[in-house]
Nanobody, 120 residues
Framework: VQLQASGGGVVEAGGSLRLSCAISGRSLDRYTLGWFRQVPGEDREFVDR?????????????YYSDSVKGRFTISRDNSRKTVSLQMNNLKPDDTAVYYCNAKQGTTASWGQGTLVTVSS
C-alpha cells in the first residue's frame, strides 16, 4: 500500500489540528492503520518513532498511547480510504513529525511525515 499524509502545521498550545492519510493499493481489510511520531532532528529512520494511535481497518477497534488518550481521535473512512487523526488540546510536547503507517502481520508501510509544531 502507499500512504500520503497531510495536514501538519503550526498551532498554539491548546489548539487543534487534523491530520489525514490517503491510502492506495490493495484491500485494507486485514490492516491496522496508525499514526506514529518522531521528534524533529532525530534522523534514525524507523527508530524511536513513538506510537500515537491506531485503528483496525475492518473491525474499527481503536488504540491510543497514554500521552494522547482523551485528546486525539483516530478515525477511518472506508469509502475514501483515508485515516485521520483529530488532535485537540495540543501541547508543546506534541511537536513532532507525524507518520501514517499501515501494518499487516509483520509487513508495514510508511507514508512521508508531516510536521506538527505546537508553540507555547
Amino acid at each position: 500500500v502507499q500512504l500520503q499524509a497531510s495536514g501538519g502545521g503550526v498551532v498554539e498550545a491548546g489548539g487543534s489540528l487534523r491530520l489525514s492519510c490517503a491510502i492506495s493499493g490493495r484491500s485494507l481489510d486485514r490492516y491496522t492503520l496508525g499514526w506514529f511520531r518522531q521528534v524533529p532532528g532525530e534522523d534514525r529512520e524507523f527508530v524511536d518513532r513513538e506510537f500515537v494511535a491506531a485503528v483496525a481497518w475492518s473491525a474499527g477497534y481503536r488504540y491510543y498511547s497514554d500521552s494522547v488518550k482523551g485528546r486525539f481521535t483516530i478515525s477511518r473512512d472506508n469509502s475514501r480510504k483515508t485515516v485521520s487523526l483529530q488532535m485537540n488540546n495540543l501541547k508543546p510536547d506534541d511537536t513532532a513529525v507525524y507518520y501514517c503507517n499501515a501494518k499487516q502481520g509483520t509487513t508495514a508501510s510508511w507514508g512521508q511525515g508531516t510536521l506538527v509544531t505546537v508553540s507555547s
